[in-house]
């Protein structure tokens, strides 16, 4: 087999890129509504040519992914690939629901078993609350049953969090993080792929163009890649960096057009560990600081600032609109981010100025809040 790799701990061979179905092409702008024939002959197209991992879960296209891969997966197509999907930890309220998300489950998909079964978008409360409520035990009768071949977790927290969840279980196959060029520090990181590694637990990679972000960059940031001598597009240098790395099994990219299957299948193909030269990997680095420079407000989450008495998330508040800014001013992208920040939203600043003295960077932070509020605000 051309260019795969091996899931450490389970010795499992996957092309570099697994096909994850969460951005399916849909129709009329309806999550709901996935262009069935269209992403039918996508997923087999990357059947055909390689892959032999595709990625759904509970919510995807609102419930949708689930049946659509399924269906996709008829003709023969199942036993050419492993499959994944996942737990979905935040519904869960009693044991028994485990059991009820998982059959709901097999027969959207239509399959007698799951080969990658992940506890999905595992944050501190979320861990707490299936580890109280006995995933772990739940999840080993279910391999013992057959049922589960491979059992991991998907993760979006700091990194304390996620070698808590790492050290908890010795069991774990495999794991999920979001990484990219651009996501080094960000959640597990670097630090907790070098973590998963180290105890000999595989690592899939979600995002690696950060929901799409990396695939059409600044001009400035375009600039830096053309500068290379080899032409490659955002999308093959962001693709790259991370296949570059030894501790990934595999990325998962969320194609939404044939075209971009064809292209990544192709990339993976021409991908490897530690192929990128010092000179290559020094123009992703320039990329990254070209990006990071394109940041308006100079705030490094030092945390000097809080607690804000009024509950102000100062920090996040600046990383949503640095974000945005930085990603070709994408503000309606980012809003839910803001939203997400309930009562730590910029609009709770009372202006009573606690925070500014304290600033390494002396930055004029009630100014900066009302900026951000009325940014997102206004949308
Ligand atoms: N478990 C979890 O908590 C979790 C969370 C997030 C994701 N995931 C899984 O991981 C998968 C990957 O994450 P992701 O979808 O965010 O991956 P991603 O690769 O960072 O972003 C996918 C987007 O990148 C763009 N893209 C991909 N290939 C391209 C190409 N060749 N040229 C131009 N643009 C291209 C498309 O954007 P446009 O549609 O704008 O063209 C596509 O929708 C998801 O599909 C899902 O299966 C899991």
């Not at 197509?77 to 059991?99: G, H, I, S, V």
């Not at 799951?114 to 109280?132: C, G, M, P, Q, V």
Request: net charge neutral; proline share 4%; aromatic share 12%.
């Amino acid at each position: 087999m051309e260019n795969y790799r091996t899931f450490k701990k389970i010795g499992i061979k996957v092309f570099p890129l697994g096909f994850g179905a969460m951005r399916l092409p849909i129709i009329g702008g309806n999550e709901a509504n996935i262009d069935e024939k269209e992403a039918i002959k996508m997923i087999r197209y990357g059947i055909d040519h390689g892959i032999n991992y595709v990625d759904t879960a509970y919510p995807y296209h609102k419930g949708n992914s689930e049946i659509l891969v399924g269906k996709a997966l008829k003709n023969g197509y199942r036993n050419k690939t492993y499959l994944a999907t996942k737990l979905p930890t935040w519904l869960l309220e009693t044991k028994k629901d485990m059991d009820k998300y998982f059959t709901e489950q097999l027969k959207k998909l239509d399959v007698e078993h799951i080969d990658f079964y992940l506890i999905h978008s595992l944050r501190k409360h979320t861990w707490e609350r299936a580890y109280k409520l006995g995933v772990l035990e739940w999840a080993e009768k279910m391999k013992e049953k057959g049922y589960i071949r491979f059992l991991g977790f998907s993760f979006h927290d700091e990194f304390p969090v996620f070698k808590e969840i790492i050290d908890a279980y010795d069991e774990w196959d495999f794991c999920q993080i979001q990484y990219n060029y651009m996501d080094i520090n960000f959640q597990a990181g670097r630090k907790g792929l070098k973590y998963a590694a180290s105890k000999g637990i595989s690592v899939i990679v979600m995002e690696p163009l950060r929901g799409g972000k990396l695939a059409n960059p600044p001009l400035s940031v375009k600039e830096v890649f053309d500068s290379y001598h080899v032409k490659r597009t955002p999308v093959e240098w962001a693709l790259l960096w991370v296949w570059n790395h030894p501790e990934v099994a595999l990325l998962l990219s969320g194609m939404s057009t044939m075209e971009q299957v064809k292209q990544n299948v192709e990339t993976a193909k021409h991908s490897g560990i530690g192929i990128l030269s010092e000179e290559e990997l020094n123009i992703i680095k320039k990329a990254r600081e070209e990006y990071l420079r394109l940041t308006p407000i100079d705030c490094t989450s030092c945390n000097y600032c809080m607690p804000c008495p009024f509950g102000v998330n100062i920090p996040g508040n600046f990383a949503i609109y640095n974000n945005a800014v930085r990603y070709n001013n994408s503000f309606k992208d980012f809003k839910w981010e803001y939203d997400a920040l309930g009562d730590g939203r910029a609009s709770s600043c009372t202006k009573c100025g606690e925070c500014e003295p304290k600033c390494p960077q002396n930055l004029h932070i009630r100014d900066l809040l009302e900026m951000v509020k009325d940014t997102f605000e206004s949308l």
